[in-house]
């Protein structure tokens, strides 16, 4: 069933008393915490819950179905699987191809995605980080490497605060020190973890 550590009797009673009556979130949280989501519907699609328990769709779920197709995010806002928003989706009639690119648009992704990461480029377009890469290629677009970022906005501080290449150096090896540390802390993080994960 699981790739993980085995369900447990009492775990696999909570998932029949609750899977459907509940959201799987909101089961996640209050019943099965030591689960993750896909665990759960992987676990509930196993036991054979998923063809008994499906929910039917409400009028509220077609009205966020027509306001927010086909943004990412929609199933997990609706409690659903992908393929079952791509379903209703057909059902409802939504267009399935992606909203075309307007100059705007263009001239916004021209705008920052040299100064911006791809998701806050997307977020800020409101479509996905795949799409905006793809038309920053289209567009011939080239995102500068952080380091030469991190250089560039060094030099324009050293410009404007008329400071020394020294103090500029410094300014960059302390980031760099402190972007080390930080990543230090996170591997360390990851690994109790997965220490964690596999006691």
């Known amino acids: 069933m699981s ?4 369900w447990t009797p009492a775990e696999l009673a909570l998932l ?3 899977y459907g009556e509940l959201p799987v979130r909101e089961l996640q949280a209050t019943h ?3 689960r993750s989501v896909s665990a759960i519907r992987s676990a509930a699609r196993a036991e054979g819950l998923l063809k008994q328990m499906q929910r039917p769709w409400t009028p ?3 009205a966020m179905m027509r306001e927010l ?3 990412r ?3 997990e806002r609706l409690d659903r699987s992908p393929a079952a928003c791509r379903a209703r989706a057909m059902h409802l ?3 399935q191809t992606p909203r075309p690119w307007t100059a705007q648009d263009d001239a916004v992704l021209r705008e920052l995605w040299r100064h911006q990461s791809a998701a806050e480029v997307a977020a800020r377009l409101g479509r996905s980080v795949s799409a905006c890469r793809y038309r920053a290629g289209a567009l011939k677009l080239t995102s500068p490497r952080p380091a030469v970022a991190e250089l560039s ?3 324009q501080d050293a410009e404007q605060a008329l400071l020394s290449i020294t103090e500029v150096l410094e300014a960059l090896q302390a980031h760099q020190r402190e972007a080390r540390r930080k990543l230090k802390r996170a591997r360390a993080l990851l690994k109790k973890r997965q220490q964690a994960a596999n006691a």
């Open 73 to 75: 995010g929609l199933a």
């Open 153 to 155: 906005a060094a030099v």
């Open 93 to 95: 009639g939504l267009s």
């Open 3 to 6: 790739r993980g550590y085995a």
């Open 60 to 62: 509220a779920d077609d």
């Open 32 to 34: 099965l915490p030591g």
């Open 69 to 71: 197709w086909p943004q």
């Open 16 to 18: 029949h008393a609750h």
